[in-house]
T-cell receptor, first 112, second 112 residues
Framework: EDQVTQSPEALRLQEGESSSLNCSYT??????LFWYRQDPGKGPEFLFT?????EEKEKERLKATLTKKESFLHITAPKPEDSATYLC?????????????WGAGTKLIIKP | DVKVTQSSRYLVKRTGEKVFLECVQD?????MFWYRQDPGLGLRLIYF???????EKGDIPEGYSVSREKKERFSLILESASTNQTSMYLC???????????FGPGTRLTVL
C-alpha cells in the first residue's frame, strides 16, 4: 500500500538552531514529491517539487532533498516566522494524474 | 495573484441538515479538489473534478456529493450531515496533472 510518513510529529527549536524534517514514502513508482507549508487557520501553500533521487531545491532558509525512499526538509538558522506545519505529499506513477498521497505533517515551532 | 476562495470560514450545522460548501478559483484551472483534514491524519481526498460536469471519487466519498457546473466553481454537498463529518474542509485547484495545488483558506465545519 502506498503511504507517506512524516517525522517527527512536532519539533521545537530555538531561533537559529538548524534541523531537518523527514518524509519517508513507499510507492512502487514515484512521479513527484511535494512539500507544502500550512499556517494555522490557512490552507497549505506549495513550497517545492522533487522528481528524482539526488535532486535538491532551495528557498530562503529551506532546502529539500530526495532519495529513493525519503525526502528531507532542512531548515538552516530558522526564525520564528518559519513556525508552521510542513506537509509532504507524493504522486505515484500508477495512480491517476491528479491524486496525491499526503503525510500527516510535522508541526515546527521556532522559539525566539 | 492566484486565488481560491471558500464560501465560509466557520460553519455550524445540525445532524441531518443538508450542507453546501462552495469554492471558487480565479485562475482558469481545469482541476479542482475537495479534501478534509483531521488532526493526526493527512489530507484525505473526497472528490475531484478535471473538467466542467466531470467528477471522480477520491478516497472517502461516502456521505458527500459534488457539483461543477462552471469551470471556476466546485461545490461540496453533505446530503445529511452527521457528527463524524465535523472537520476542516479544504478546496484546491491545479492547472495540470502535476502535484502543485493551490488551496483555499478552509471551512471548519461543526456538526452538532
Amino acid at each position: 500500500e502506498d503511504q507517506v510518513t512524516q517525522s517527527p510529529e512536532a519539533l521545537r527549536l530555538q531561533e537559529g538552531e538548524s534541523s531537518s524534517l523527514n518524509c519517508s514514502y513507499t510507492v512502487s513508482g514515484l512521479r513527484g514529491l511535494f512539500w507544502y507549508r500550512q499556517d494555522p487557520g490557512k490552507g497549505p501553500e506549495f513550497l517545492f517539487t522533487l522528481y528524482s533521487a539526488g535532486e535538491e531545491k532551495e528557498k530562503e532558509r529551506l532546502k529539500a532533498t530526495l532519495t529513493k525512499k525519503e525526502s528531507f526538509l532542512h531548515i538552516t538558522a530558522p526564525k520564528p516566522e518559519d513556525s508552521a506545519t510542513y506537509l509532504c505529499a507524493v504522486q505515484a506513477v500508477e495512480d491517476s494524474n491528479y491524486q496525491l498521497i499526503w503525510g500527516a505533517g510535522t508541526k515546527l515551532i521556532i522559539k525566539p | 495573484d492566484v486565488k481560491v476562495t471558500q464560501s465560509s470560514r466557520y460553519l455550524v450545522k445540525r445532524t441531518g441538515e443538508k450542507v453546501f460548501l462552495e469554492c471558487v478559483q480565479d485562475m482558469d484551472h481545469e482541476n479542482m479538489f475537495w479534501y478534509r483534514q483531521d488532526p493526526g491524519l493527512g489530507l484525505r481526498l473526497i472528490y475531484f473534478s478535471y473538467d466542467v460536469k466531470m467528477k471522480e471519487k477520491g478516497d472517502i466519498p461516502e456521505g458527500y456529493s459534488v457539483s461543477r457546473e462552471k469551470k471556476e466553481r466546485f461545490s461540496l454537498i453533505l446530503e445529511s450531515a452527521s457528527t463524524n463529518q465535523t472537520s476542516m474542509y479544504l478546496c484546491a485547484s491545479s492547472p495540470g496533472t502535476g502535484g502543485k495545488q493551490f488551496f483555499g483558506p478552509g471551512t471548519r465545519l461543526t456538526v452538532l
